[in-house]
Every structure is written in structure tokens, then in C-alpha cells.
């Protein structure tokens, strides 16, 4: 989703090939052209984009459209990271004040 939403978020639009889409992708997840079909179109089921398949000179291109779903990507990946580092802090002092209060006791008794 993060390569679709840098191609469209200017104009909310964009006409893309999958061996571009497969360039901005990470080299180690090794996609083929079939596995992103499948992805892209659970992504569109997820309203994020609408998609639509086309050819052009004999080359297959994408047509996609960002829904509010996908306008608002970023900001929901930005606040589940966030969300992660508060549980991770929060586990973590949660960790602190038990052995506290485990070593109070310790030394009570």
C-alpha cells in the first residue's frame, strides 16, 4: 500500500505498470506479477483504491483511484506504530514497578 499511496497521493490518481509497482517494492519479498494482482486486489476489496486493469501497446497498466481509505493511510500506519511504542513502554514499566514492589517486599520480610 505504501508504494500505491506515493504514486497517487498527488491527484488521487494514477496509471501504473506492475513492473513499476514491483520496483518500488522491497527487493526481498521477491513478488511476481500474479501475487500482486492478488494483493492489489485485496487492497481495492479493502476500499482503499479502486482498480482497474487495462493494456496499453500490448502492456498491462493499472488505473488506480485512492478512496478515503487510502488517503488516510499514512496517518493510520503513523498511529499504529505509536500505538505499539505506548503498549512497549507501558509493559516495560509495568516490568519496573513489579520488581520494585517485589523487592520491597523482599527486603520487608
Known amino acids: 500500500m505504501n508504494a500505491v499511496y506515493t504514486l497517487c497521493v498527488g491527484k488521487g490518481v494514477c496509471l501504473v505498470s506492475p513492473a513499476e509497482l514491483l520496483a518500488m517494492l522491497p527487493v526481498k519479498k521477491k513478488l511476481t506479477e500474479e501475487s500482486l494482482d492478488k494483493i492489489l486486489s485485496a487492497l481495492a476489496l479493502d476500499d482503499y483504491f479502486e482498480l482497474l486493469s487495462s493494456e496499453r501497446k500490448g502492456e498491462k497498466m493499472y488505473v488506480i483511484s485512492l478512496h478515503a481509505n487510502g488517503y488516510a493511510y499514512k496517518r493510520c500506519s503513523l498511529q499504529q ?29
Do not use: N, T
Open 81 to 109: 506504530k505509536r500505538d505499539f511504542a505506548v503498549k512497549i513502554g507501558w509493559a516495560v514499566f509495568s516490568a519496573v514497578i513489579a520488581f520494585l514492589v517485589g523487592y520491597l517486599l523482599k527486603r520487608i520480610f
